[in-house]
């Protein structure tokens, strides 16, 4: 016996098998940690400029220049200029800049002046600062051999940018025409107008100002090195600056307390607006000088605007501006609606890939001459559900594509009634508790569409429609009437529009309100005019069943609102009701990946039933042409065992070299001790374990596991298996359904006679004795009366009487030209029932022959004398002896050579040696005992 | 004459105690939870935002959205264990039985005994999950009534709409199982005891749920067995979400075929030593 912890035996095969493992799952780790390859080389470098109106004030620039490996003077490649947002950096930029570089352009990114790197204030992209700064670095980029120029040394350069840094793209395409394309994102047209918005057409003198985000926007330009809100105002930077290490701050400026690093007259400005909630003509005036809307008529750089729908710092209206403006030039446009923005972060992955694709595909075309513009002028995307498996619940958008761009007006349009009585609202003394639209900065999507929104009570008034008889896809501003009346002749009002779920309430689309300052007022409602308000600009999809609500409000937290308390009355319409004007656009679905996968998924299944089917077929035509084989020598031959050996994976040999035959009317006793191989042979003879080297064949079929011919074989090996919670009969009847066989053949009765458990056939099996398990196995095995019955150790357990009964049974089983083969590690046992023998000893086979020639006598004796010595000399003198050897103490094996036993006692009792016994030996018992050499341990222990 | 049909098994696993068990439990949950909802009456707990906890308020809306209820609590660690009990306990207790052999000897193909073995395992569990809706349907509407399937991810769904949806979510249920099914299976194939084969497979489902919670994994999470599990909630939308329902069909096909198919490499190839 071996004691000890079970050994893993490492079997070349098991090694195979875990190194595939280890391999696979190391390639898996790699390919998701092995970093993009780097096809560039990143320089940093500080560049001098000479900004200001009169071009003499210097200020340093931090830039980082990335060169795709092979541009040089030879392969010149375009240029893109990659612009920070407001509070970023250039390292901002950086993920980007690389994305750009390994497509193939020379990137220089650079952080503007002001901001944390650089030298110099914020001038918010003035033309004499920040774009002159620009025009600088495409000077540079001209002066660079690596960057593809045209013969009069016009480089080829594309600007791209975010918010700030879109701004100033569509500012440095107005100034510089030396630049060829542009992709300014979420960005603005009239600084003016998106922080002075009013929705009434009234010009932004009259606006009202939009002071949470001035306030953050302003905050993160006065503190350059702050994180947190300027991240949202960083545009699309990937906000990977967190990771980089933080430039300390530069002492070359010196930072006011109340201005940070902005430009005095800008920050002059913002104070005044801010104390203020208004703006003067010179405010204004400053203001634009920072916007697009100034240049627009200039820009001959083709444009991809791409905006987002939860912006309401710059919302989509600004990018409309930018696009007639830009369009009016005939210079081409395309502009992209995506679900992020300012509020909303970088949207869905669905919309920041398209975002990609449109740039790159626009830079590609424009720059390089490579590929197509896109074939239609606008594409969007619509929120139509949530991404189930991020724990987040990030909502997922289908995109959409437009031929040409509708503008804010759709290509179509229908009108929904609301109606409601004039109603009194609120307004609280300085503007608090003020009605929640949107929280600047969130950046979470998913807050904005379960709806942040909040209204207080008292402060507003709701106008609904009744329920919508079909589903509408708005696209662009709604429009609606509205009539107020107030005390102070004033009045500041927050029109929006929601959508109705008649289970789940009211939500904002994307918390998105219109601000309207009405002046000139009446203090009765019924004198009141109407005004027509335009609503914040949406790509949203009304349901039928839902009602739309135009809410009208007193404050919010977003906006300056009157400090004195007043009564306002609001009405929809000229007589209590008013028509919801909804711009509509039907798009084109975009197929996107998602349509990969759906054909992905159909090949798959495609593969899977054809693979099944081609399994199939094989496996059947295996099967067939299996059953052809049959070596006819011995078909009628039960069982023919030949060069059988079995070697395990771990290269322990059970069975070495094995041959035996078995004829019709043969008992077959298979002898050894335990672990001489009796058993695996069995396994191979019933297609359990396949043999490393030799064949089995019954009736001339060879033996592969399932061959139908094993059909003709009844078999016990290793003990009983039955199903526990079945009785006896149950588990014989199951057992002959499974093999599809006429009831009929099966011979129950007669198996249970030989079985013998009378009524206890009826009990489960699991109450059974060890000796009752193994006579339902022997019916088992007999039931059909197979032509070759195996049995292995069959009277184990049995009772003396019944292993008597038992022999008889086999005995009889054989005489009618079946044949069985019974193993057994007791020689008596195979003596008494088998009339043939195979002796197995260490896999191998020692002696086999008919039981009546091993068991007859055999010529030699053992006696037990009472002088040794002097019987070796009687015996020694008897001719006919052949040989004396001795046994123990007392004992002598002679062999007589035919001298009978009679004689030769009687010749030792003559010369007076006693003798106490004398006992024939057997030959099987000789062949056993000699071959087994005494040593009956088990193979298995070798 | 075909051995070991699968009207056989059908009859063998149906005389085991722990089928009809797993089956009438099917039958009694949705009638426990049903219980439990009426014993403890108007509860305001605070079941969280998201669509799962707006499932657990609207429980009680109607039929369907009980059964969608009772789907929901059931999907992630019961009908996992029912069907891992019905895929990994099918050939390894029979192996601990000893009776494998003998079925074997019969001779019944190996193949043949595998694909009748996988086949009425795969029709009980589908019987186990039909039946727990099926249960949870009838109760639910009998008691709440026969009302629109109603979420807060989108528009209440008519009954009739509504019933397609939960068909289709049983069905995208169904086949992201089968991925704890092949697991199951394989095990099953591999291994003598009938509990590692079941224990094992849901202990490795467990690892894959608790993997997914690391967002550090990035887009390794894509390929856990458990990633796409919820993605049926798709089907409470308006148009349905397939994204994805497609990418989850995807991965459990793509996965529950590979173990099936070493399941049955193994066992044709493999030294039945049980």
């Known amino acids: 016996m071996r004691f000890g912890l079970p050994s893993i035996r490492f079997t070349r095969r098991r090694v195979a098998a875990g190194l595939a493992l280890l391999t696979g799952l190391g390639a ?40 795709p490996d092979g541009a040089d003077a030879d392969n010149p ?66 002066a660079r051999p690596e960057v593809l120029k045209d013969p009069t040394g016009d480089p080829k350069v594309g600007v791209v940018g975010g918010s700030y840094g879109g701004a100033l793209a569509l500012l440095l395409a107005g100034h510089d025409p030396r630049v060829d394309a542009i992709v300014p994102m979420i960005t603005w047209n009239d600084l003016s107008k998106a922080f002075l918005p009013e929705a009434t057409g009234q010009p932004p003198t009259a606006g009202v100002f939009k002071k949470q985000w001035a306030g953050v926007f302003f905050s993160s330009g006065s503190n350059t090195a702050s994180g947190g809100l300027a991240g949202a105002l960083a545009g699309i930077g990937r906000g990977d600056d967190e990771d980089q290490p933080r430039m ?124 197509d513009v896109p074939d ?5 995307s619509r929120i139509t559900g949530f991404n189930t498996s991020s724990s987040n619940r990030r909502p997922t958008t289908s995109a959409f594509s437009v031929e040409r761009y509708p503008g804010l007006g759709g290509t179509g349009n229908t009108a929904v009634d609301v109606a409601g009585k004039p109603q009194q609202i609120f307004n609280p003394p300085g503007g608090t508790p003020a009605a929640m639209s949107t929280i600047p900065g969130a950046s979470s999507l998913s807050s904005l569409i379960s709806g942040i929104s909040l209204e207080i009570p008292g402060q507003h008034a709701d106008f609904l429609s009744p329920p919508l008889t079909g589903t509408l ?58 005004v027509t308000v335009t609503l914040p600009a949406i790509a949203a999809r009304f349901e039928a069943g839902h009602r739309l609500m135009i809410t009208i409000s007193t404050t919010d937290q977003g906006f300056a609102t009157p400090a004195e308390p007043a009564v306002y009355t609001v009405g929809v319409g000229v007589d209590d009701r008013s028509t919801i004007g909804l711009p509509l656009v039907t798009g084109t679905p975009i197929a996107t990946q998602e349509t990969l996968w759906r054909w992905l998924l159909a090949g798959l299944v495609a593969t899977l039933a054809v693979g099944l089917a081609v399994v199939l077929f094989v496996a059947r035509r295996r099967r067939h042409n299996a059953e052809i084989k049959v070596i006819d020598e011995y078909a009628d031959t039960p069982l023919v065992v030949r060069g059988l050996r079995k070697e395990y994976a771990d290269g322990f040999v059970a069975v070495a070299q094995v041959d035996f035959t078995v004829e019709r009317g043969q008992v077959v006793g298979l002898l050894g001790p335990n672990g001489a191989g009796k058993t695996t042979s069995l396994r191979v003879l019933m297609g359990l374990t396949r043999p490393t080297k030799g064949e089995v064949l019954v009736f001339g079929h060879r033996l592969t596991p399932g061959a139908p011919v094993l059909s003709r074989l009844g078999a016990l090996v290793e003990g009983p298996g039955f199903l526990p919670h079945l009785s006896g009969i149950e588990n014989l009847r199951l057992y002959w359904r499974s093999t599809g066989r006429p009831d009929a053949e099966a011979h129950l009765d007669e198996a249970l006679e030989i079985a013998g458990l009378g009524d206890a056939v009826q009990r489960k099996v699991r109450t059974y004795s060890h000796g009752m398990r193994q006579r339902l196995a022997i019916a ?13 150790e069959p009277t184990d357990g049995l009772d003396p009487p019944q292993i008597a009964e038992m022999r008889k049974v086999l005995r009889e089983y054989a005489r009618d030209g079946r044949a069985v083969l019974v193993s057994s590690h007791l020689l008596a046992e195979v003596e008494q029932t088998c009339t043939h023998v195979v002796v197995m000893h260490k896999g191998e086979i020692v002696a086999s022959g008919e039981v009546a020639d091993i068991v007859g006598d055999s010529p030699v004796a053992q006696f037990e004398v009472s002088d040794v010595p002097a019987a070796e000399q009687v015996l020694a003198s008897l001719a006919a002896v052949r040989s004396v050897n001795r046994d123990g103490r007392s004992g002598l094996v002679v062999d007589l050579n035919g001298t009978s036993r009679a004689d030769v006692v009687s010749a030792l009792v003559g010369a007076g040696v006693g003798v106490d016994r004398v006992v024939p030996r057997r030959r099987l018992e000789d062949a056993f005992l000699s071959l087994v050499g005494g040593n009956t341990r088990a193979s298995g222990e070798r | 004459m075909n051995t070991f049909t699968v009207g056989t098994e059908l009859r063998r696993q149906a005389s085991r105690p722990r089928t009809r068990f797993a089956l009438a439990f099917m039958v009694i949950l949705p009638l426990i939870v049903l219980g439990a909802f009426e014993l403890g009456g108007d509860g305001d707990d605070d079941n969280g935002p998201g669509a799962f ?76 999950i039909l039946l727990l809706v099926g249960t949870a349907l009838v109760a639910g509407t009998l008691r709440y009534g026969w009302h629109p399937l109603r979420s807060t991810i989108a528009d209440e769904l008519s009954a009739g709409e509504g019933l397609l949806r939960l068909m289709g979510a049983v069905g995208y249920i169904s086949i992201m199982l089968l991925i704890v099914a092949s697991l199951a299976f394989l095990l099953s194939v591999l291994t003598d005891a009938p509990l590692g084969a079941v224990g ?75």
Request: aromatic share 8%.
């Open chain 1, 780 to 792: 088992q095995a007999m039931l059909g009366l197979p032509e070759l019955l195996v049995l292995d």
């Open chain 2, 53 to 128: 906890g707006s499932l657990v308020s609207l429980a009680t809306a109607g039929g369907l959205n009980f059964s969608l209820f009772v789907l929901l609590v059931s999907m992630s660690f019961l009908l996992v264990v029912v069907v891992a009990l019905f895929h990994g306990d099918t050939v390894a207790s029979e192996a601990n039985w000893g009776s494998l052999r003998y079925l074997l000897a019969i001779p019944v193909p190996r193949g043949r005994l595998l694909g009748v073995k996988l086949i009425v395992a795969l029709l009980y569990s589908g019987f186990a």
């Open chain 2, 200 to 274: 094992g497979a849901v202990v490795l489902q467990i690892l894959s749920s608790i993997l997914d919670q690391i967002t550090a994994l990035g887009a390794l999470r894509n390929l856990l067995p458990t990633h796409y599990a919820n993605a049926w909630l798709g089907f409470l939308g308006t148009p349905v979400q397939t994204d994805e329902l497609v990418r989850g069909t995807i991965v459990a096909l793509a996965m529950s075929t590979t173990l099936f198919a070493i399941a049955f490499y193994r066992f044709t190839r493999k030294d039945i030593t049980s």
């Open chain 1, 248 to 371: 300390p701050e530069t002492g070359t400026t010196s930072t006011s307390p109340d201005c940070g690093n902005f430009a005095r007259d800008i920050c002059d400005t913002y104070l005044r607006i801010a104390a203020t909630g208004k703006a003067t003509e010179a405010d204004l005036a400053l203001l634009r000088r920072s916007s697009p809307t100034s240049v627009l008529d200039r820009i001959k750089a083709p444009t991809m605007l791409i905006q987002g729908q939860a912006d309401s710092l710059f919302p989509l209206t600004e990018a409309d501006a930018n696009a007639r403006g830009i369009a009016a030039n005939g210079t081409p446009v395309h502009v992209d609606w995506f679900t992020g923005g300012h509020d909303g972060g970088a949207g869905p992955q669905a919309d920041s890939d398209r975002g990609r694709y449109l740039t790159l595909t626009w830079l590609d075309h424009y720059l390089r001459g490579k590929g």
């Open chain 1, 28 to 67: 898996l780790i790699t390919w998701a940690a092995w970093p993009a390859p780097k096809n560039y080389t990143a320089r940093d470098a500080l560049l001098n400029v000479m900004s200001g109106p009169a071009g003499n004030e210097p200020v340093t620039l931090d830039t980082t220049f990335f060169v």
């Open chain 1, 473 to 530: 896809d708005v696209l662009g501003t709604p429009t609606v009437t509205i009539r107020a009346a107030s005390p102070t002749g004033e009045a500041v009002l927050f029109v929006k529009l929601y959508d109705v779920d008649p289970s789940s309430g009211a939500s904002l689309p994307f918390g998105l309100v219109a601000p309207v300052r009405l002046t000139g007022l009446q203090a009765d409602i019924a004198k009141a005019t109407p």
């Open chain 1, 376 to 380: 239609s002028q606008f594409t969007y």
């Open chain 1, 77 to 142: 490649v375009p240029a893109i200029l990659l612009a920070h947002g407001f509070g970023g950096t250039k390292r901002s930029m950086r993920a980007d800049a690389e994305d750009l570089a390994n497509a193939g352009y020379a990137v220089l990114t650079w952080t503007a002046q002001g901001f944390s790197g650089s030298t110099g204030k914020i001038h918010l992209n003035s033309p004499d600062y920040e774009v002159r700064d620009a025009r600088s670095l495409v000077d540079w980029l001209a």
